[in-house]
């Protein structure tokens, strides 16, 4: 443009300034985004933020507490045997599996071990706690990608493992079963093969959603390649279970430690998958799922004859010293520090949880990925808030 006169010298430097105004207004800091404290991707009250270019996130920092519930001075206030009815609410869906880590180092400290028997059964009662915990995820990961369907199943299938649950402890989701020195009671009549029933048809929902969602090309779409944890950053993080398995690395404390329970009396895998992807946490979950009934199956034919009570005293005063117990609950390695200074409670007791230190990766994970991901990765990476806030 030539410019000539005054008034179209005016014009030009009024367009261009115009011009200028509208580039100020259009132009944006970025977005933060409150994902939660209610939200479906995060499995109860916890709260997400992240910040935002366009689509993608720049940042990311879970924030959690909201259900705080003191557990660990909760269980400094009461005796031994109340702790399990306590304890069994931190990860609600592995309910009977929080229960065991702490029973055992309540056994260390007293020098107490139970019976056969009694270590079998609650070996028993571990895996399904396993199976009711991760078949929900198994269905609860369809609904996060939009396929309803899968989650129905999962709830059909997993009343099965409540009923048994609920048919030898009377309770379907806090079953207080576990005792210092052994178990509450032994398994009702019939008990047995109603269970090895069940276990068929957990193996049957395994295929059907290996069938359903699995096979799916939007499923694969929206996970394959999405949110990879290289085993090397996993394990900086402290990740465990089969988050930390998806990424190749083969830990499994049920295997690779020395435990008074009965898995070393059966013949079973531990599943690994190298991709490190949510698709590689989803299909070890699965085959988790499967290889438990297999367990469960052959700890109930070798199940032995005896007594499923040691012998303690009636009030329970555990010796003066410390205990550290681990096991491989559902969601990863839980343990309980226990210091014990002769009372009838635990004068100090430290919960190591798995939820806890699987999220604390996310403001590593999370960060590059699109929105819809975020959803993928929380729901991939699987955790409970009672897990996570104790």
Sequence with gaps: MTVTTDWQKSAYIGGQAADARINVELETEG???????????THGTLRIVVRLDGEQVVWAEPVCGYMHRGYEKLCEVRTYPQVTTLINR???LGHFANEVPFILAAEQLMGVEAPPRAQYIRTIFFELARQANLGLFLGDMGVQLGAITPVFF????REYLLNLMEAATGGRFHPNFDRIGGIKEDLPKGWIDECKGAMKRQRAFCD???????????????????????????????LS????????????????????LAWKHADWKVWT???GDSFARYWVRLQEVRESTYIVEQLLDGLPAGSIQAKVPRIIKVPAGEAWMHTENPLGEMGYYVVSQGGLGPYRCKIRTPSF???SILPWLLKGVYVP?????????YFILGDIDR
């Design 90 to 92: 931190i990860d609600w």
């Design 31 to 41: 977005m933060t985004l409150n994902l939660g404290p209610q939200h479906p991707a």
């Design 241 to 260: 279970g089969a988050n930390i398995r998806a990424s190749g690395v083969d830990w499994d404390i049920r295997r690779d430690e020395d435990s008074p």
């Design 208 to 238: 059907e959603i290996e069938d359903l969602l699995m096979g799916n090309e939007i499923f694969q779409t929206r996970t394959r390649g999405i949110g990879v944890i290289p085993a090397a950053v996993g394990l900086e993080y402290g």
């Design 273 to 275: 998958h190298p991709d």
């Design 357 to 359: 230190n699987n999220i």
């Design 373 to 381: 991901d975020v959803i993928t990765i929380l729901a991939s990476l």
């Design 154 to 157: 999962a709830f059909r299938d």
